[in-house]
């Protein structure tokens, strides 16, 4: 089949072969087929619309049943479409086209037969939506002169948001501090597009929900939670420990106390555990008290003027520890009496124990731990012909504060395996994991962690109907399997002390937990993933991001090329704009009442035009069609665009916001057609103490091809009140995408034009410049009297600034041709960048010509003349390494604590990765060798060649795939088995290896 050159888009009939749907740019509907006569219908169009616009479909879908079938397609504004079409037996006779919804402008939409609509959203979250309806009831809409339908945008009808999946593409910048002073940095990145832009606060660990937090009347030690028999579903009391009592909470329709239990009241508690004959069990420091079902109590004091300082058990076995160091094991009995079965004198006081869980189809646990202040852990048998014997020991660096053991499933296992781990938290803020051999006891692949700067208190929780851990420090962390892979994340929320899980009806899987004098019950989201993120609405596109010193605030600028300034788009709503609402972050206004649509042609409007009628109304004699008068839509979502101005029509703003709260503090609106472009802080040198706001701005710009009307520098201070306080503005010949400051002056880039300016009281002043820049200066970094010019075309270019004789030189570049997109500053001699085509690098002056040109007593002569154009020393590349995505912004930092500096990238598309340096060569050498076997053992599913893809543009050079060796884990048992050998390696070492990098990271 043959169609038109205007086709932008072939949907295929579900049912009959040959048989298509096509969009032109003629904003037409044509069904075509060989054997008929081709049928047209025009595409709805919004009220306001020019008739010299057209409308592109960018997306579509169908859906079909034993009955019935139909299109949706979405338009560029993200208007969805219903089409159907009429039979008379084989031939189409019509083909209906109506307005359906309007959602997010999508890359794709997938109609489930479940009855849900998937929106993946071009930029921003993803939509999922469940129909209401499908169109049937519909009105009909408003039809012009030449057939065509006008309608607004509404409020969603035939749809009903369900969910929506978090994206952050694209991500325009980034930075990467901490601001809330948690212990490790957030990521600070503009998202978006448009009136869907935003400001995401990215958090490393779980969002954490708060079911309830109640005040205590003191400072609680410890907290449990017991149901009241086994069958039960939902945990019926609260246990609180205190340091000179226990208090009793029962949860029903309301939590209030009880003193009915059984419990004692008079003293701190140790432990609580509902045993397996429905009793409850309470070990105080006196005793252990064995609460039967009917509430008979049996109790047992230890001997002499002991106390008990540990305790630990499960569903039929207890284990104590006395002071002095021993060990005493009890077991239920035939009759369900709690017996003592034997006891072992460690010869050291205990600091912590815990006993194994019981497997499936087992009567008891082989196991317990137990942690001395030897610092070490010994795993002792619990078996009845060897019971309380040394299995094995293993050697700590500090004194252990509790243990753990779990059964989880190991990373990459089957669904249904096991395996024991015993768990360690040290004194120092350490995390051991070890794996228990369940015939030995050996203890094997340990694991390490630092997760705080406090004694680390481990707690079995539940999580998704698995065994998981809580390992709370200085800051709260939580270790889960999901999806056959292990997680260990940590809380976004405040330093927890005791935790315990929690189940009930409004909560069903939580954890109740203690914080100073509040007890609280919270609950985990979005198992998995690794940041949890809060967003900030913006207005506009945005562009730049800096943080002010000093402060917690950020200051963001805003454009969009093709919009109407705010206040023109409120009046053009029909809505009246204070100050304060120019200001704020502004809401979807109240509609405004719309003036009469032109008048229809008489006769069925809502029918859709054949092919005669669309030629008659086509026709140039009968004139052009009546355009009707332009309605405000009645809603105004995010993502529902009002008509656009056109090209070279701009909009765009400064805002000043709270890093914290994410409020805006201040904004200002730009007038006269001025787009902010680039962004900065200075401190002058003769106004040292006062930091400047640098917005470089250009008017009437016209991107492809490029032009403008000008440049401007816009000088702002922040006053007392957090108000953004305009000084002047600096006219220049061209914009100026790059600011710097650079010694007490202001270096800026325009065009091929690199300028130094000074302050003045009406304007900046020029100082020095330099026009000899290939093409374009996209980014600017200083430091001492050298200067890191990033260009369009051209990679980075060295600069010195030779203040005695105010010049400015280029004494080295680089030899491979890059767009610049992104760079940030390694050290002296230094720079990491990357291009448009998705590449990541690193260049580097060497030593001898850094220390020449630094060393130069001749005055910079020999390097004012540079070689065929290009400048007399090349930069050496140190790393090249293909992304596969546009790097938007690079950060040099480190996400942990106590972790290892890496640089921290962003992409268009809306990841985030990272960069980490190898400083062994030993680590070199392994993961060189296994990427090497993962690239012939793991090939892509769609075939392609990893080392070519990799080498894109530029050979790969000394950069490992840390995404390839990542599914070390996921291959087949075998294939692990046999790269393991070569490696001289066993996999769980393999695998070690891998998490130890990670844990660098992240």
């Not at 680039?678 to 490029?706: N, W, Y």
């Not at 040099?892 to 500096?901: C, D, F, I, M, S």
């Amino acid at each position: 089949m043959l169609c038109a050159s205007g086709v932008i888009l072939l949907i295929v009939h579900p049912i009959y072969l040959f048989r298509f749907l096509v969009d032109t740019t003629e904003n037409f509907i044509t069904f075509k087929n060989q054997s008929q006569k081709d049928v047209r219908v025009p595409l709805p169009r919004r009220y306001g619309t020019p008739d010299d616009q057209t409308l592109l479909i960018v997306t579509a879908t169908q859906h079909k049943s034993k009955d019935f079938f139909f299109f949706l397609l979405q338009s560029e504004l993200g208007d969805l479409f219903k089409v159907t079409l009429e039979f008379t037996e084989d031939t189409v006779q019509r083909v209906n086209i109506n307005y359906f919804d309007t959602v997010p402008p999508s890359n794709a939409l997938c109609v489930l037969k479940t009855g849900f609509l998937f929106v993946a959203a071009e930029f921003g979250n993803h939509h999922f939506y469940q129909f209401q309806s499908i169109g049937e009831d519909e009105s009909v809409m408003d039809v012009g002169a030449d057939g065509v339908q006008w309608f607004n945008p509404r409020e969603l009808r035939n749809l009903v948001l369900v969910d929506e999946v978090e994206s952050l593409s694209p991500i325009v910048d980034m930075k990467v501090m901490d601001l809330m002073h948690e212990g490790s940095p957030q990521i600070y990145a503009l998202c978006g597009r448009g009136p869907r832009s935003s400001l995401r606060v990215l958090r490393h660990g779980l969002a954490v929900s708060e079911m309830a937090v109640s005040e205590l009347p003191g400072t609680p030690t410890a907290v449990w939670t017991v149901r009241r028999t086994s069958q039960s579903e939902f945990d019926d009391y609260i246990i609180v420990s205190f340091s000179n009592g226990t208090l009793v909470l029962s949860i029903g329709e309301a939590v209030e106390e009880v003193t009915d239990t059984g419990f004692l009241s008079s003293t701190p508690t140790l432990y609580v555990k509902l045993l397996g004959d429905d009793a409850m069990l309470q070990i105080h420091p006196n005793g252990i008290r064995h609460i039967r079902a009917d509430r008979r109590i049996n109790e047992w004091k230890p001997p002499g003027k002991k106390t008990i300082v540990k305790g630990a058990g499960n569903e039929r076995q207890v284990v104590i520890a006395l002071s002095g160091g021993e060990i005493v094991y009890f077991e239920l009995d035939a009759t369900n009496q709690l017996s003592e079965v034997d006891k072992r004198d460690t010869g050291q006081e205990v600091t912590c124990l815990d006993i194994a869980p019981i497997s499936v189809g087992r009567q008891r646990a082989r196991f317990m731990a137990v942690g001395g202040w030897d610092s070490t852990v010994r795993l002792l048998s619990l078996n009845t012909e060897d019971c309380l014997q040394v299995l094995s020991m293993q050697a700590l660096s500090a004194v252990p504060e509790s243990l753990a053991l779990v059964e989880m499933q190991e990373h990459g296992a089957a669904e249904d395996s096991r395996s024991l781990f015993l768990n360690v938290g040290l004194t120092t803020g350490v995390h051991l994991r070890t794996v228990v051999d369940p015939l030995t006891g050996q203890l094997t692949d340990t694991r390490t962690r630092f997760i705080g700067s406090r004694p680390v208190r481990l707690f079995p929780v539940t999580v998704r109907g698995r065994s998981g851990l809580l390992a709370l420090s200085s800051r709260s962390w939580i270790c889960y399997t999901f999806q056959s892979r292990f997680f260990m994340t940590p809380l976004s929320y405040e330093p927890l002390v005791y935790a315990s899980s929690f189940v009930s009806e409004q909560c069903p899987e939580g954890f109740v937990a203690i914080t100073g004098n509040t007890l609280r019950i919270i609950l985990t989201e979005r198992l998995g993933e690794t940041f949890n993120q809060h967003s900030v609405p913006l207005r506009y596109t945005p562009r730049r991001l800096v943080h002010y010193p000093g402060s917690h605030n950020f200051v963001v600028i805003e454009s969009d090329n093709n919009t109407h300034p705010y206040k023109e788009l409120q009046r053009l709503k029909g809505v009246d704009v204070d100050e304060g609402a120019e200001k704020g972050v502004e809401e979807a206004p109240a509609p405004a009442p719309a003036p009469a649509p032109a008048p229809a042609p008489a006769g069925n409007e809502d029918a859709p035009m054949d092919q005669a009628d669309m030629d008659a109304a086509s026709d140039p004699d009968t004139g052009p069609a009546e355009l009707p008068a332009p309605v405000p839509p009645k809603v105004t979502p995010e993502y529902v665009y009002f008509p656009r101005p056109g090209p070279g029509k701009w909009a765009s703003c400064i805002r000043l916001l709270s890093g914290i709260d994410g409020q805006t503090v201040d904004l200002v609106e730009l007038e006269e057609n001025e787009a902010a472009v680039s962004l900065c802080l200075c401190a002058f040198h003769d106004r040292e103490q006062e930091v400047f706001v640098v917005v470089g701005t250009g008017k009437d710009m016209i991107l492809a091809p490029r032009s403008c009307g000008g440049g401007f520098i816009h000088l702002y201070r922040i006053d007392e009140m957090q108000k953004l306080q305009f000084v002047h503005k600096t006219p220049l010949d061209d914009v100026p995408y790059a600011l710097c400051a650079f010694q007490g002056r202001l270096l800026v880039g325009m065009g091929k034009v690199l300028r130094i300016y000074d302050l003045g009281k009406r304007k900046l002043l020029r100082k020095c410049e330099n026009k000899n820049f290939p093409t374009l200066i996209t980014g600017l970094h200083t430091q001492g009297d050298r200067i890191y010019v990033a260009d369009a075309s051209s990679s980075f270019l060295y600069a010195k600034y030779k203040r005695s004789d105010n010049q400015l030189f280029v004494y080295a570049d680089d030899t491979q041709p890059r767009w610049v997109t992104a760079g940030i500053q390694l050290d002296y001699n230094t720079m990491a960048g990357s291009d448009k085509f998705g590449n990541v690098f690193i260049t580097r002056l060497s030593g001898d010509v850094s220390d020449e040109v630094e060393d130069d007593p001749t005055g910079f002569l020999p390097y004012s003349q540079g070689l065929l154009n290009g400048a007399p020393h090349k930069v050496d590349e140190i790393i090249q390494f293909h992304v596969g995505e546009v790097v938007s912004a690079i950060d040099k930092t480190a996400l942990l604590p106590q972790g290892v500096e890496s640089l921290v990238y962003s992409t268009v598309m809306g990841s985030i990765g990272a960069l980490l340096p190898f400083t062994s060569r030993e680590d070199v050498d392994f993961f060189s060798h296994l990427e090497m076997h993962m690239r012939s053992e793991n090939t892509p599913l769609c075939g392609r060649d990893h080392l070519a893809f990799r080498s894109y543009y530029f050979p790969v050079k000394d950069v490992i795939d840390g995404d390839l060796c990542e599914q070390y884990p996921t291959i087949e048992m075998g294939k692990q088995r046999s790269i393991a050998d070569e490696l001289d390696r066993t996999t769980s070492e393999v695998a070690k290896k891998l998490e130890d990098v990670r844990n660098k990271v992240l």
